[in-house]
């Protein structure tokens, strides 16, 4: 199976998760174009996450095949999927509380003056160097790099781990809820940071509850529901409404794409 | 202290919260001791307590041993674990290296035809025995996942037991003159100084140094960062074994004796000069130079119940006190850091 679409980034053809005998996921046919902005969205248990586990190398898919960049791929790990250049922001985010920005923004990937192997001396002016230019272009402030991450507020800290995400990130970031902890104002950072990736041209899949978040920043919003994807809209042509209908059955139609 | 991030507080003009280093907190407090027990020394004995030269050269000369496994256990207990095994380690590899550093003209040798051996030899044996608990400590650890605590409680008994096993009981005596230097004068305090100062080094620049605290700060982000976990916490051990070797090389060539009891209760001293100098037992955060702060504290506190003449029984009971003391300090610096 060849794809001859190059403009297609991520693509996923009857992707499905069983734990035991739940399916958690099945038949998902998703795909996302370069450059686009899309939406997971869905209730709770809908598959959501367990989508992204699957695409990012957490877990294994149960069948199914996954094409990422026009090739087949079958990650083993995160670390597998972070290196093909697919970064997800946790919803736990995934910092090291005890580290500063510089520190976490490298973490498992650090500058090093030579390679001595773990006793590698790190090079922490070309780090910070760094961590400043990936703060400033997605947007972000924070008076101390060097303060840890144990001091920040929750703004802050989500903003260092989109950061860190974005900065690395050559095709495609992935968030899960990134703002469902925040507060008003923080939410509207990391929102801006999402417009930033937009405008750079960087894919994102966002996952997230909140409809009217997902309307102001995506392209597209792929809705989810007892583990089935029962549609993907171009929200300019759909009603809020609509997707909630989705979101909860009332209405079944289905709109995703047929790769068969 | 900090709070609880407040969400309302506008993130473009953020209050910068930078605490002040632990190790600050903890020089103040080796400070405050020392006075206190100078000013006891001047009401109840009529003497300067700091004033002694020679009662410092022993205390430092006294902590520096069990310092050597501190700096050990220190690693070990910011990834997040616990080493209980050091003492016992302390006490077999000084049998075991004791037995390969041994003088011909001694009768009685373990190896009558392994004697008047180069000092390398037992130091390497000594080392390498630490090396192979550490070793053993971390594989358990980082791939059968028992806790830290049992794992190196396990190996405590057992290493004890290899102590007792291997002479039967009999301590081991008559190193050679090369053998007895690695202990003799003030070698063993330089011995400590040069470990502290190389492991401070690697913790604060090392890649090693910073996966260590991001493995104790958030094992989970460690591993979705790509660190190799299991592989780190094998090399932490590892390195707290050897250091435990290193201190029951010291130790035997300090006594020019080994016997099967040394190193008895060390783990805990170690941990609580580790806990002390400010190190969590949550993981995340210490430093050697905490752990070094800690030292002092716990030996001028020991040195200054002996120049307070306290009863040596009384001195056990406090020094468990104060064990537990630095724990229960751990636990409010905790509750006071403002983890969400």
Not at chain 1, 47 to 70: C, H, L, M, N, W
Request: aromatic letters at 8%; charged letters at 15%; hydrophobic letters at 45%.
């Amino acid at each position: 199976m060849s794809d001859t679409q190059t403009d297609t980034i991520l693509r996923t053809v009857g992707l499905a998760k069983r734990y035991g005998g739940v399916h958690a996921l099945e038949d998902a046919n998703f795909e996302l174009k370069a450059g686009e902005h899309v939406a997971i969205v869905g209730d709770n248990g809908a598959g959501k996450s367990t989508f992204v586990r699957q695409i990012t190398g957490v877990e294994q898919p149960s069948a199914g095949e996954i094409y990422f960049d026009g090739e087949k791929v079958e990650f083993k790990s995160p670390i597998e999927a972070r290196d093909c250049g697919i970064e997800t922001v946790f919803q736990n985010l995934a910092l090291a509380d005890d580290l500063d920005v510089p520190s976490n923004l490298f973490l498992g990937r650090e500058e090093r003056y030579f390679n001595l192997g773990p006793f590698s001396i790190l090079n922490e002016r070309k780090m910070l160097a760094h961590a400043q230019d990936a703060l400033r272009t997605t947007g972000v402030k924070i008076p101390d790099l060097r303060n840890k991450i144990r001091n920040m507020s929750g703004g802050q800290r989500q903003c260092v781990a989109i950061s860190r995400a974005a900065s690395f990130a050559s095709k495609l970031i992935i968030m899960d809820e990134p703002t469902a902890a925040l507060g008003v104002q923080e939410t509207a950072q990391v929102e801006n940071i999402i417009r930033t990736l937009k405008s750079r041209g960087i894919p994102l899949i966002l996952i997230s509850h909140n409809l009217r978040q997902v309307f102001d920043l995506v392209d597209r919003i792929w809705v989810f529901r007892r583990g089935r994807i029962v549609g993907a809209v171009f929200f300019k042509q759909k009603t809020a409404y609509e997707i909630v209908s989705l979101i909860t059955g009332v209405k079944t139609a289905v709109d995703a794409p047929n790769f068969a | 202290m900090t709070e609880v991030a407040n969400p309302t507080k506008a993130s473009d003009a953020p209050p910068v919260r930078r605490n002040r280093p632990a190790e600050i907190n903890v020089l103040i407090g080796l400070v405050v001791i020392a006075i206190i027990f100078e000013v006891l020394g001047w009401l109840v004995q009529g003497q300067s307590f700091l004033g002694n030269i020679e009662r410092l050269r022993i205390m430092i000369l006294q902590v520096s041993v069990v310092g050597i496994i501190a700096v050990g256990v220190t690693q070990v207990i910011i990834t997040g674990g616990i080493d209980l095994s050091s003492g016992s380690v302390v006490g077999a590899t000084a049998m075991i290296a004791m037995s390969f550093a041994q003088v011909s003209t001694y009768p009685r040798a373990v190896f009558p035809g392994l004697t008047d051996l180069p000092v390398i030899v037992p130091i390497a044996v000594g080392l390498g025995c630490g090396l192979l608990a550490g070793l053993i400590n971390g594989l358990l650890i980082a791939y059968t996942r028992i806790p830290p605590f049992i794992a190196t409680l396990g190996m405590m008994v057992t290493a004890r037991g290899i102590a007792k096993w291997y002479t039967k009981g009999q301590p081991v005596s008559f190193p050679t003159d090369g053998y007895a230097a690695i202990g003799a004068g003030m070698t063993p305090v330089l011995i400590f100084i040069a470990v502290a100062i190389l492991f401070q080094l690697i913790l604060r620049y090392t890649i090693y140094g910073r996966h260590t605290y991001a493995i104790g700060s958030n094992e989970q982000a460690a591993r979705v960062s790509g660190i190799n976990v299991e592989r780190h916490l094998i090399l932490v051990y590892v390195i707290a074994g050897v250091l435990a070797g290193l201190a029951g090389v010291v130790l035997s060539a300090r006594g020019l004796t080994a016997q099967s009891g040394m190193g008895v209760m060390y783990e805990l001293d170690a941990i609580a000069m580790a806990v002390i100098g400010g190190t969590s037992l949550a993981g995340g955060r210490g430093s050697i130079v905490g752990t070094t702060l800690g030292m002092l504290i716990f030996g001028v506190i020991i040195s200054g119940f002996t120049f307070l003449r306290i009863d040596a029984y009384y001195q056990e009971m406090l020094k468990g006190l104060i064990i537990v003391g630095a724990v229960v300090l751990d636990v409010y610096r905790q509750r006071y850091r403002g983890r969400n």
